[in-house]
């Protein structure tokens, strides 16, 4: 049996007292008080969370001040931001890549004929999924073909996937027939053996992307879907892996956004951007997000 919810809403001058009640250093109260009226204590609370020593009490670490979570909050904007820029190179790419290879071999609806698909149930939740999105779209080329053509046939790929979330996309690629070679092929465009990395790797960027999407805290999170193990590349790589726990932070998610990113935009500055992000924020800790001793020495972070 649950409680009934009964905390009451506080003011900013009870929040800032609560606060200080569990120990937090508190120098700029000009500081704290616009934070929690531009930012707000529940997504605030995300970050200082992190910096406490009794998940009950909620007591501050002695010693933390203020200043350390708005640091850690402007880290943590200022790397979703760097990943939000990178994933849409990844997602465009992406999106080119299935629609002109499979366009070429299967004509221009090939995501429409369950011939094409690994699984029956999951290709009619992937066409329900597609018709809902090209429903709710508003764009302007998918208004134009309803017009012309009508709705009684799917627009071509290359209109479609351009409407479908980035969540979608991926399961229409994981339920593409795994014996068409046309699957490997896209994998291969983009530096991976196979399509299982591929697979797993678009999972690990969609849940990243949805995190960036939605402002949610990246640092110092745990993520459930760890990528498939890359264990060696033609392209530089990552020879010191994270081990154990340490596969479910941040790092290792870093460098598959990284290494895809290397293949469809190789002169990007992810490399040189996120080290001077990590150097501007000295009190961020990398440890914590995963990253591994001497990681920028790595041929990947070259």
């Known amino acids: 049996m649950v409680d009934p919810f009964k905390k009451p ?28 009226t531009h930012v707000g204590y529940y997504r605030l609370a995300g970050y200082w969370q992190v910096l406490q020593n009794d998940p009950v009490k909620h007591t501050f670490i002695p010693g933390t001040a203020f200043e350390n979570v708005v640091e850690l909050y402007n880290f943590d904007r200022e790397l979703r931001l760097l990943l939000t820029d990178a994933i849409e190179r990844i997602e465009v790419s992406l999106r080119s890549l299935i629609v002109n290879t499979m366009c070429w071999a299967y004509g221009p609806t090939w995501y429409s004929d369950p011939h094409h698909a690994e699984h029956a149930k999951r290709y009619d939740e992937n066409i329900r999924s597609i018709n809902a999105e090209l429903e709710r779209s508003s764009e302007d080329f998918v208004a134009h073909h309803n017009r012309k053509y009508g709705k009684s046939e799917h627009p071509p790929a290359w209109k479609t996937m351009q409407v479908l979330s980035f969540g979608t996309l991926s399961k229409v690629f994981s339920n593409i027939r795994n014996n068409l070679p046309e699957k490997k092929t896209i994998a291969q465009k983009l530096g991976l053996p196979t399509y299982t990395w591929l697979e797993s790797w678009m999972v690990v960027i969609s849940v990243l992307r949805n995190y960036c999407a939605h402002h949610c805290r990246i640092c110092y999170r745990k993520f459930n879907f760890p990528p498939k193990e890359l264990i060696r590349s033609k392209f530089p790589w990552i020879k010191n892996y994270p081990t154990g726990i340490l596969k479910e932070h941040l790092y290792f998610q870093l460098c598959v956004v990284k290494y895809i990113l290397d293949r469809c935009a190789p002169y990007n500055r992810f490399s040189s951007q996120l080290k001077q992000l990590i150097t501007k924020y000295p009190s961020v800790s990398t440890g914590r997000m995963g990253f591994v001793p001497e990681w920028e020495k790595e041929d990947l972070w070259q």
Not at 14 to 24: D, K, S, T, V, Y
């Open 9 to 36: 809403a506080t003011s900013i001058t009870e929040q800032i007292a609560l606060l200080q009640q569990r120990g937090l250093t508190i120098n700029d109260h000009a500081s704290l008080e616009y934070h929690l």
